[in-house]
């Protein structure tokens, strides 16, 4: 895997380094030479660091597993508590220490790639505040599932994986539904849109449409990025359109429309829902294999962990479940990026389709996405289409 993930970030810089010097054909009347070499830059930046990140992400993994780091946790933690304690203090050493080594990472890739490009509006003060906001509530809500998730491990049974699973599904639902008004307002000023004609617009656009909604937002996202995005969050009547205050900054009124338009073609489809139904699907094909391997020495024993309990098990199923999910990253980047055509199919049929070419023009540009992906780490990794094949489909 770790093999694999390197070639194809070798692929990727030489591919975009190659085609640098030379805006392509179809955005040479859009898009500068400058804005094109800084997307350019910018993408070599992130996929050089991510090969960075990739060998202290595998390093870890190596001495938590058969360097004998989990190892020493549960000695130090089972003289020191019993269960349900010893769990909880366990896990949260593991994350603990996995924040602490990520960390320098996280502060070169905000401070210094993001910085050197333009997009770092974030300061030290509000990095750290968010850090200690998001540490408060990982602690607030995780220590409460991880008592639950412990707690039907050892009392359901063989069948506790089901249980587990039920659980996971139902805390993620509920978790997609107070986000909006519970979660995300902990970490950005969320205020009505007061740009009257736009709320107009956008309100003919989803009586169109048929959509309803509980208000639409305008976000501070300023206060951390030059990056411009909008979205759709919640489920029921708790959903919102929420625009970042640099896309209302940057966009035309009619362009907004059409992104708008755009956000709305998921919800029409049901990629949200769909999305949701295949990653719990996922996660109890997996959970399925832990039941399993749960009682098996050669678990814990292959993983360089002589103990055995629930605890570890779980703690070793979230090290090995993004090894083996990784054979699944194209597939699930072949479905989003066919979502996002039908979703700019449904954008152009219900706005213009000049508008939505004109705002994603403009967006590549705003946010240095690359024009010249290679193709084949673009079918590994890209979420979206690459530029140039989704402006095409919407011109044609």
Same mark, same amino acid.
């Given at each position: 895997m770790v093999a694999v993930r390197l070639w194809l970030a070798h692929r990727q810089i030489a591919h975009v380094s190659a085609r640098s010097g030379e805006v392509p054909a179809q955005f040479a009347g859009h898009i500068g030479l400058p804005a094109h070499r800084k997307a350019a830059g910018y993408t070599l930046a992130r996929t050089r660091f991510g090969r960075v990140a990739l060998a202290v992400e595998t390093a870890?993994?190596?001495?938590f597993t *058969? #360097?004998?780091?989990l190892q020493a946790l549960h000695d130090f933690w089972a003289a020191q508590a019993g269960d349900p304690i010893y769990g909880v203090a366990l896990m949260f050493s593991v994350m603990a220490i996995s924040a602490l080594i990520d960390l320098p990472l996280a502060l070169y890739r905000q401070f210094v790639i993001e910085e050197k490009f #333009?997009?770092?509006r974030m300061t030290l003060k509000l990095f750290f505040g968010d850090l200690a906001k998001q540490t408060l509530l990982g602690a607030a809500i995780g220590a409460p599932v991880i008592l639950a998730v412990l707690w039907l491990m050892a009392r359901m049974g063989d069948w506790w994986w089901l249980t587990v699973w039920l659980f996971w599904c139902a805390f993620n639902l509920l978790i997609l539904f107070i986000y909006p008004t519970w979660i995300a307002p902990v970490f950005n000023k969320f205020a009505p849109l007061d740009d009257a004609p736009l709320r107009a617009r956008v309100g003919a656009l989803l009586q169109r449409c048929g959509f309803a909604v509980s208000g639409l937002f305008v976000m501070d996202g300023s206060r951390r990025s030059s990056h411009g995005n909008a979205y759709f969050t919640g489920f029921g009547k708790s959903?919102?359109?929420? *625009? *970042? $205050?640099t896309l209302l900054g940057r966009l035309q009124p009619g362009e907004i429309e059409a992104v708008l338009a755009h956000e709305l073609g998921h919800f029409k489809h049901r990629h949200v829902v769909k999305r949701i139904v295949l990653l719990f699907a996922m996660s109890l094909l997996f959970l399925a294999a832990l039941g399993q391997a749960i009682d098996a020495p050669w678990f814990f024993g292959g993983l360089g962990v002589a103990a055995q309990n629930t605890s570890l098990a779980l703690i070793l199923f979230f090290f090995v479940v993004p090894v083996f999910s990784f054979v699944f990253?194209?597939?699930?980047?072949?479905l989003s990026r066919r979502h996002e055509f039908e979703a700019d199919r449904y954008a152009a049929e219900h706005a213009s389709a000049n508008d939505l070419v004109q705002a994603l023009v403009k967006l590549?540009? $705003?946010n240095a996405s690359t024009l010249t992906p290679d193709p084949l780490h673009s079918l590994f990794y890209d979420s979206h289409p690459p530029a140039a094949l989704r402006i095409a489909r919407l011109q044609g």
């Open positions: 870890v993994l190596l001495a *058969f #360097g004998g780091g #333009g997009f770092n959903k919102r359109i929420v *625009f *970042f $205050d990253t194209p597939l699930m980047s072949l590549y540009g $705003d």
